[in-house]
């Protein structure tokens, strides 16, 4: 009877094995099958035709896609190129406007200058118009050179040249103003005063006689000054209306 059993539990498990082992060959079989179908599915000539024309469209898509990544870097290095130009440009321009600032500085420094010198030539002169109608012409002309304020917040502006003419008239004014102060020639005052020999003593004729002839050479050189600084005066302000003048005129063509 035990053996029975267990001949009996043995034959059910090999049943069952055998049962699952057929499940599973089935399983197997379908997929063998539906493996060999696509393999054949494959190796047909409309598959490959079909995959042709994808491969056809990736490359098309590839070449696209290539052409707009050429396109892009050409505009990246058109863009950088730009903007180094324009850097360049802009540190020429930063150049340009440090070397205009130099050359104000020079005209503001040569012009206070000349203004002190010409004080120190004559105390009494003005350093304004010598008639009030010249002033008020200039400042109906250009109102905002005699504004203080925007002077002194826009000093480089205001003295930046308008014309070619305006230049000329500077320049010309700067060379007769350089004509007019001459500087000592000490080398012929020695040459002078070697050829002169002093007295020890003089008596009190002598020395009546030379105050008096040297307060008469003084009044006369101080006489004449004046006069030749009134006269370069009046001259710098008729060039100044011609200036303005010719100004208007090129402004109005």
Do not use: W
Request: proline share 2%; glycine share 2%.
């Amino acid at each position: 009877k035990n053996k029975n059993k267990s001949l009996e539990s043995s034959n059910n498990f090999f049943k069952e094995a055998n049962s699952r082992l057929s499940e599973t060959n089935n399983l197997l079989y379908a997929d063998f099958k539906k493996s060999e179908a696509e393999l054949a599915r494959r190796n047909s000539k409309e598959y490959a035709s079909q995959m042709e024309i994808e491969c056809a469209k990736v490359r098309d898509k590839l070449s696209t896609h290539q052409e707009t990544i050429s396109i892009l870097s050409q505009h990246k290095e058109a863009q950088i190129k730009l903007y180094k130009t324009r850097e360049d440009k802009e540190l020429d321009k930063v150049i340009e406007l440090e070397q205009k600032v130099k050359v104000l500085d020079n005209i503001v420094y040569k012009t206070g200058q000349s203004v002190q010198t010409m004080n120190m030539l004559n105390n009494k002169c003005r350093t304004s118009f010598a008639k009030p109608e010249f002033l008020k012409k200039a400042q109906r002309t250009n109102p905002r050179l005699y504004d203080i304020g925007c002077y002194n917040d826009n000093l480089a502006l205001m003295l930046a040249p308008d014309s070619d003419e305006v230049i000329r008239l500077e320049k010309e004014s700067q060379s007769k103003l350089s004509d007019l102060i001459r500087p000592f020639d000490y080398d012929k005052l020695n040459n002078l005063y070697d050829l002169c020999i002093p007295q020890c003593e003089k008596s009190s004729k002598q020395r009546y006689f030379s105050e008096r002839s040297r307060l008469s050479h003084t009044n006369v050189n101080i006489g004449k000054s004046k006069e030749s600084f009134n006269k370069q005066t009046t001259l710098l302000e008729k060039q100044m209306d011609e200036s303005i003048l010719l100004d208007k005129n090129a402004k109005a063509l």
